[in-house]
């Protein structure tokens, strides 16, 4: 039995009390997880958390000595400015590659199933004829395949055109914010060429300028917004139907003791809907194996997808994953790619579960590895689900640790969605209540909250807090990611959550929800995924283009409390470059650099270049939530007042 790092458990990981029970009995167990690892190193190094270590040669590594004490420059002669401002753009390259792989695999699912030679077919045919029309494409007399084929391959022109702009930015941006971005020389061309462009421009004796390394992250920003969210939304929706309110349930009440329990984890839907599918198709053998059926729970953002479209429910956000496995009811936990801890293995190791990684770039050594590709998917996902119910009987009761509570909430809040409750309230002009709601100042504005859960940040404290405050002030909140699961988890999507909306906000969203046959709208509005964080921006530029303004003038704020990814970090970058001010809780590593911490971080009153100045918002780092949350509301104040909108 491994010994864990962590024997005194004594510091709460947890504002949920399940996840305490499994860190306390997994401590006693001996058995490590991510939350005790980190305890171990209390603190991270200086030097990396400050963004000025460079390891981008092998004459180095070389390290930028802190406060002005020690060496100035690396060996080369780069200095702490380019050092951070090149290692921020590595870490925007990281995860804008990560978001447009997803987007290509999807474009690539969306051509197959399109001349017939995979397991998929378009489900979402309205959004298909939508897309098509946005893009440009006739689709008179045209059969869906061969809609479905021209909007994959203008998806797949994006990874490879040599000039002009992207196909989904046209798509998605306003005019105005194109044209700042032309001006400003960051607008991306195709998405594989400016993350190739920007591996090149981080690497040793290429790009030396600390301004013009900021401006590459806008554009790794705008590669990530829409060759990565926006793409992979759009196709999504297109092969799998677009999301429709669904009511589901949260925690881990949610894993039943009687049933063959598997997990899905990581991000993109492809292999979780089928291993949906398959998990109803094969219950009997279930049964056959003493079960009394199969249960498929989420994990991060593949959670996020299957409860979007399916009601499927949630297990865990991120920084949890590893504990349950510790419940000992988990028969297998499938993995795609993204966020997928190394360490569940180990963990799965102490249990019967069995770990399968799907993606021939995504391994974990020790576990299972089962090959996924369209054509073969229902036979991938036959295999997995048998491969669970063959492990249901080896469970070990003594090791059995069950949880009966779970947390109700809604969920599906696409545009379309929401759309569709408002037009309950006016049908020939559906988003004119929602309007009407935020120039009266009903609404004082919109908040996305977004991202992760991180393991040295209290679970859900960050993101509930932030939440909740600016719920009080009459804020219509957004959610995605894992910061959706933190909310839901805490009844701030469902009906008693409303008791923390300001009196204006609660009446909105009861007077919308009562039309549409609720009750309420839930406090908060679960978009989906990371990648549906194009949901959000879509919802903003439709309520800008319709106050005849550009989405940085609206009273609209992003807020990440407890990241941990550098997805999240881009995905923010890319609300920056539309002007959207983003809040972040956890350090963003620049703070080695007096000069990228002002242009990303100054007002556009202060001296010099800064992000606000050239777009509009600016990135707020605070680490405590409710200061947090009342520079958001204050920020959300001064953009409605420069709207000339009631106070
Ligand atoms: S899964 S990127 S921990 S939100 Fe999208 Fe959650 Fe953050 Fe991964």
Redesign the pocket.
């Known amino acids: 039995m491994p010994k864990t790092q962590d024997h005194t458990h004594t510091q709460r990981i947890s504002l949920d009390h399940d996840f305490e029970v499994l860190y306390e009995k997994a401590c006693e167990a001996g058995i490590d997880t991510a939350f005790s690892r980190a305890k171990q190193t209390p603190v991270p190094c200086p030097f990396g958390s400050a963004g000025v270590c460079c390891r981008h040669c092998l004459e180095g590594p070389c390290r930028i000595g802190l406060n002005g004490k020690g060496p100035q420059e690396g060996i080369c002669g780069a200095n702490g400015d380019t050092i951070v401002a090149r290692n921020l753009l590595t870490m925007m390259i990281e995860g804008a590659a990560g978001h447009a792989e997803h987007g290509r695999e999807t474009a690539l699912a969306l051509l197959e199933a399109s001349e017939g030679h995979s397991d998929y077919q378009i489900k979402g045919v309205e959004k298909l004829y939508q897309v098509a029309a946005g893009l440009g494409i006739e689709t008179n007399g045209k059969a869906v395949e061969d809609i479905g084929k021209q909007v994959a391959l203008k998806a797949l022109e994006d990874f490879q055109k040599q000039a002009g702009a992207m196909n989904w930015l046209t798509l998605h941006a306003q005019q105005q914010s194109i044209d700042k971005w032309d001006e400003l020389g960051i607008t991306p061309v195709n998405i594989h060429l400016e993350i190739s462009k920007a591996v090149t421009r981080t690497s040793m004796g290429c790009d030396a300028d600390p301004i013009n390394l900021l401006l590459g992250c806008l554009t790794m920003g705008l590669v990530d917004g829409f060759g990565g969210l926006h793409l992979s939304s759009d196709l999504q929706d297109i092969l799998f139907g677009v999301p429709k309110l669904v009511k589901s349930n949260f925690r881990l009440g949610v894993i039943k003791k009687e049933m063959v329990n598997i997990a899905v984890h990581g991000?993109v839907p492809l292999l979780s809907e089928k291993i949906v599918e398959w998990s109803r198709k094969l219950s009997e053998e279930a049964k056959a194996a003493g079960a009394a059926g199969i249960n498929v729970v989420g994990i991060?953002?593949s959670g996020?997808e299957m409860l979007m479209r399916h009601g499927i429910p949630a297990a865990s956000?991120?920084s949890s994953q590893e504990l349950v496995i510790v419940t000992g009811m988990l028969e297998a936990m499938i993995v795609d790619v993204?966020?997928i801890m190394p360490g569940i293995q180990k963990v799965a190791e102490c249990y019967h579960t069995e770990i399968i990684t799907t993606l021939p770039y995504v391994k974990i050594a020790g576990s299972t590895h089962v090959n996924f590709h369209t054509d073969k998917a229902d036979k991938a996902a036959q295999d997995i689900v048998r491969k669970a119910i063959a492990n249901f009987p080896k469970r070990d009761h003594q090791k059995i640790t069950s949880f009966t509570g779970t947390v109700e909430a809604y969920a599906g809040f696409s545009n379309e969605q929401i759309i569709e409750a408002l037009s309950a309230l006016n049908k020939e002009d559906p988003l004119k209540p929602l309007l009407d709601a935020i120039t009266s100042g009903a609404i004082r504005g919109v908040a996305a909250i977004?991202?992760?859960?991180n393991v040295r940040e209290f679970q859900d404290w960050g993101n509930v807090t932030v939440a909740k405050e600016l719920l009080k002030n009459n804020v219509l909140v957004v959610a995605?990611?894992?910061?959706a699961h933190s909310l839901a988890k805490h009844n701030l999507m469902n009906m008693q959550g409303l008791e923390y909306c300001g009196e204006s906000l609660r009446g909105v969203l009861k007077a919308i929800g009562q039309a549409a046959g609720l009750e309420s709208l839930p406090p908060t509005l679960h978009m989906g995924?990371?990648v549906d964080n194009s949901r959000p921006a879509d919802l903003l530029t439709a309520v800008a283009n319709r106050l005849g303004v550009e989405v940085k003038d609206l009273p609209a704020v992003g807020s990440c409390p407890e990241?941990?990814?550098p997805?999240?970090l881009v995905i923010g970058t890319y609300f920056l470059a539309n002007g959207v001010d983003v809040h972040v809780g956890v350090n963003p590593q620049v703070s080695g650099s007096q000069f990228v911490t002002d242009v990303l971080c100054n007002g556009a009153k202060d001296d010099g270049l800064n992000l606000e100045k050239l777009f509009g918002g600016k990135l707020i780092y605070e680490k405590d939530p409710v200061k947090a949350a009342a520079i958001l509301l204050r920020r959300i104040e001064e953009k409605r007042l420069a709207l000339g909108l009631s106070s």
Request: aromatic share 4%; net charge positive; proline share 0%.
């Open positions: 991000h991060c953002c996020n956000s991120f993204q966020c977004v991202g992760c859960t995605t990611g894992c910061s995924s990371c990241t941990h990814s997805k999240a």
